[in-house]
Nanobody, 126 residues
């Protein structure tokens, strides 16, 4: 059974930084594409960042470009989201996700993903 286990959520002040981690278990190979999504109350889930198999390609939501960095370590079956210059509007529950689909133009669409982490809360205060 595939599981994605997240860690790293916290409460920080605006301008601060956080690193989210997500470890995959129960899958014998490497997911071609992994991503991070977020959802805040009353809003639709938003694709934040996605990364290809070897990490050579990545894409970001416009709202986080230049502040967030996605990376992965396939030796540890892990994907990370480094978040800097955090803003109150970044407050949300963050989810990692994995898909069998290749990394492509749909990588920030949640419907492209089959497996999801449990979610972790990030709260940014002003």
């Amino acid at each position: 059974q595939v599981q994605l286990v997240q860690s790293g959520g916290d409460s920080v002040q605006a301008g601060g930084s956080l690193r989210l981690s997500c470890v995959v278990s129960g899958y014998t190979t490497i997911f071609p594409c992994m991503g991070w999504f977020r959802q805040s109350p009353g809003k639709q889930r938003e694709g934040v960042a996605a990364i290809s198999t070897g990490g050579s390609f990545s894409r970001y939501a416009d709202s986080v470009k230049g502040r967030f960095t996605i990376s992965r370590d396939n030796t540890k079956d892990a994907v990370y989201l480094e978040m800097t210059s955090l803003k109150p509007e970044d407050t949300a529950t963050y989810y990692c996700a994995a898909t069998f689909s290749p990394y492509d133009g749909t990588a920030l669409r949640d419907v492209s993903y089959q497996y999801w982490g449990q979610g972790t809360q990030v709260t940014v205060s002003s």
